[in-house]
Structures are given as C-alpha cells and as structure tokens.
C-alpha cells in the first residue's frame, strides 16, 4: 500500500531533487510503505486533541504559498472521524488571506508541533469553510458540535478539513518549549514552597526579600 503523503508530494521536481543528492531508493521505500497514513488512528487523535495550537498552509491565486499560526483552547482542532477535521476559526486580523486562498483552491497543509515532547504530524486535506453569517445556514449545528461559543473571540466560520494525508516527522531540531499552562504542575508547589518559607520568616522576625 503506497503512502499516501508522497503519493500527493513527490512530484517530478521532488523525485529530480531526490535523485540529484542521491536518496531516491530510499524515498521510493518510504513511499511504499506498508503504512498508507490516510486515516487517523489512536495515536494521532489523542496527539491533535493536546494540541492548542498549528500552522496552516494555504495555495494562492498567485501559486504563492501562504502560512498562518491558528490557536485556541487544547483540543480547539477536532478530530470527527478517521478522515475529518474541524475547528471554529476565530475573527483575527481582518486580511483573510486564509478563507480567501481556499476560494480558490481548497487544498491545506496544516502541521503540529508537541514542543515539550518534541514530535510533529503534518498533514494534507481539502478545507470546506462554513460561514457562520451565512443565513439559515449549517454553522449552528457545527458550532454545537465544536462547543465554540466565541468566549474566546467572535467566531466567523467553521473549517471542516477532510484529510488525505498525513505523517509523523522526525525530532530533530525541535527544541522543547513549555506553555504557561504546561509549566503551571511545576510552578505551583515552587510558589507554594516560597510562600511557606517567607510566613516561616516572619514568625522568626526576618524580612522576606522583594519580588
Ligand atoms: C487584532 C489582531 C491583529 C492581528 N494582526 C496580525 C498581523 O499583523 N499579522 C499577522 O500575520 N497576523 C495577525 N493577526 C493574527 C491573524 O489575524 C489570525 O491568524 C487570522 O486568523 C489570520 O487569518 P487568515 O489566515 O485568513 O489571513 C492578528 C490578529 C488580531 C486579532
């Protein structure tokens, strides 16, 4: 079973390139891999439902890539079913390069990043935006679904991403970075800790040091 992923990515350019520094039999085994990674499973579910945050790439009119960083609560970016994606997009800088490149050309490029783990999936898919303003329209019933409620930020659409590809990339070079909210376990006994230490002080008649 071919993987899927370079069934969509090693196009005649790519495969030159490979041949050109000398690793195309061994691109060509990867892309025969007994793994078609066209549905996710287990391990990617419960890697996007941690995620809080992604990347996602978009085809210009112009051929032109462009990238964007979408963020929200962990898990914001739902996974429904083995082949489906979805997340409420929220209002943002008003240029809508995004939703308007995906006018044009549906496909998207989206990649996770786990930095304290140090592990990353990227993957292919063609993107239906729903429109939340759009009248009598579908979005309410996604937007349940997804629980957004625009607490965050107004919500202007839903992007349901129907997945062709994807696949786990290597650790190197991701240097592990930690979320306030994944350092929070480990600064709370610290600041707990100090503040014991600073009342034990008083009591003793010393003077705690400023902040
Ligand atoms: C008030 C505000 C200002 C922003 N300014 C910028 C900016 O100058 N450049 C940028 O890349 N993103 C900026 N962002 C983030 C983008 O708006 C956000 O990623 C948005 O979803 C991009 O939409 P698009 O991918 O459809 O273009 C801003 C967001 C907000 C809320």
């Keep these: 079973m ?11 350019h790519v495969k030159a390139a490979q041949a050109h520094y000398g690793t195309r039999a061994q691109a ?3 892309a025969e891999s007994a793994q078609a990674n066209a549905e996710l499973g287990a391990r990617e579910r419960e890697f996007i ?22 963020g929200g609560s962990p898990g914001f970016l739902q996974v429904l079913d083995a082949t489906t994606l979805a997340f409420a997009d929220f ?22 990043v786990d930095y304290p783990q140090r592990r990353r999936l990227k993957l292919l898919g063609h993107a239906r935006v ?6 009598g329209g579908e979005a309410p019933a996604w937007l349940k679904q997804l629980q957004a409620d625009a607490a965050e930020a107004p919500v202007e ?14 650790a190197k070079h991701i240097t592990p970075r930690f979320s306030e909210r994944e350092l929070q376990p480990l600064i709370d006994p610290l600041r707990q800790r100090i503040a014991a230490l600073e009342a034990r002080l008083r009591e003793l008649g010393g003077v ?4």
């Design 2 to 12: 071919p993987r899927r992923f370079a069934q969509l990515t090693f196009t005649e």
């Design 28 to 30: 060509e085994r990867y």
């Design 49 to 70: 439902a941690a995620r809080d945050s992604f990347y996602l790439a978009t085809v210009s009119d112009s051929g032109w890539p462009y990238v964007q960083h979408r």
């Design 91 to 112: 209002r943002g800088n008003l240029q809508y390069q995004s939703v308007g490149n995906l006018a044009g050309n549906d496909r998207v490029c989206l990649i996770l």
């Design 130 to 135: 729903i429109d939340v303003a759009a009248p």
């Design 157 to 170: 659409r839903v992007l349901l991403i129907a997945v062709e590809a994807f696949d786990w990339n290597c």
């Design 208 to 211: 705690p040091p400023e902040n």
